[in-house]
């Protein structure tokens, strides 16, 4: 990019404020709005210009980018400007369900405003760093047209024309993040009561936790065929370990909640007839009814 890109950020919350930094340290004029007024602070220092209204913001030239707290928030700052955005981009960075993004972008759509969908898998200190991604989704032309401004964010992954992809992308790789946190953190109250910091534990477990990331692309395979019938550990054997497990954490007088989720999941393929094939057959309980 050549010319410098005026942009709007709706929202400065930590990560609008961090997106706007990134931009004004290219050298991207940015005009800025948010809900409370007086939170654009050091960014008017360096350059960022306040907008008073939503409709002065929106107006002010270049994409829209709205990066507020949820799908509501987007809904109720952006319909009373639906006119002004006529004609204009909006690159929605909020955090919302497949079903939300969709959605706005058919909102959108019906007001002749372009869309693009987007997902930011980073927190607001690595936006500019190496390790950030944002993944989009919806209008391709938008991607391409504003790819330089998204690379000074993060590593830009284009998902699709679906609108709602980068989100369910987003989403369902959280949905592994949170319950290995969780269990991590079972596994650090267990040894806090034996006097071992969550420090040295992590020392411990990180290494293991991370190599056993390694087998996904395996069990994606098995997934992929439907084959659960030669496991290394049968469900049988793996409830086992869990009640082991749970067993241990109860003795320590820790409530091991993570791993009797997973307890469950492997009983309702037990319950089911299943005993004998493996761990990974699990994600046929969480099909759509
Ligand atoms: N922070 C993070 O680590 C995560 C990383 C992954 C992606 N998320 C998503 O980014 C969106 C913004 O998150 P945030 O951390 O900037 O959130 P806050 O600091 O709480 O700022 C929220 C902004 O939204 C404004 N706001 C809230 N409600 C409304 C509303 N009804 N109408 C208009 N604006 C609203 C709020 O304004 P104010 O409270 O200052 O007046 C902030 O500007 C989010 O989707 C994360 O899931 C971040």
Request: charged share 20%; with cysteine; aromatic share 6%.
């Amino acid at each position: 990019m050549t010319t410098a890109t005026g942009t709007t950020m709706l929202g400065l919350g930590a990560m609008g404020r961090a997106l706007v930094a990134a931009l004004l340290k290219a050298g991207h004029p940015v005009t800025v709005w948010n809900r409370t007024p007086g939170r654009a602070g050091e960014l008017i220092e360096r350059g960022a210009v306040e907008a008073g209204t939503v409709h002065e913001a929106v107006t002010a030239g270049g994409p829209v980018v709205v990066c507020l707290y949820d799908h509501a928030s987007v809904r109720q700052t952006l319909t009373p400007v639906a006119d002004a955005l006529r004609g204009r981009t909006v690159v929605n960075l909020t955090t919302t369900t497949p079903g939300e993004a969709r959605e706005l972008a058919a909102w959108a759509e019906e007001r002749g405003v372009a869309y693009l969908d987007g997902a930011i898998m980073a927190i607001p200190p690595m936006i500019g760093a190496p390790g950030a991604q944002i993944l989009y989704s919806g209008d391709r032309e938008v991607f391409d047209r504003y790819r330089d401004l998204f690379d000074l964010w993060a590593a830009s992954t284009y998902d699709g024309a679906d609108a709602g992809l980068a989100s369910l992308f987003d989403l369902a790789i959280l949905s592994g993040m949170y319950p290995l946190f969780s269990g991590f953190l079972q596994g650090a109250a267990m040894v806090r009561t034996a006097g071992v910091t969550a420090a040295e534990f992590a020392e411990r477990a990180a290494p293991f936790l991370a190599a056993m990331t390694g087998s996904f692309a395996h069990t994606a395979q098995l997934v992929d065929r439907g084959d659960y019938s030669a496991p290394v550990q049968s469900l049988d054997w793996t409830i086992t370990a869990l009640e082991t497990i749970a067993r241990a954490g109860r003795e320590q007088g820790v409530a091991p909640i993570p791993v009797d989720m997973v307890t469950a999941l492997v009983r309702q393929q037990i319950d089911q007839g299943h005993g004998s094939e493996g761990f990974d057959r699990i994600i046929e309980g969480m099909r759509p009814a």
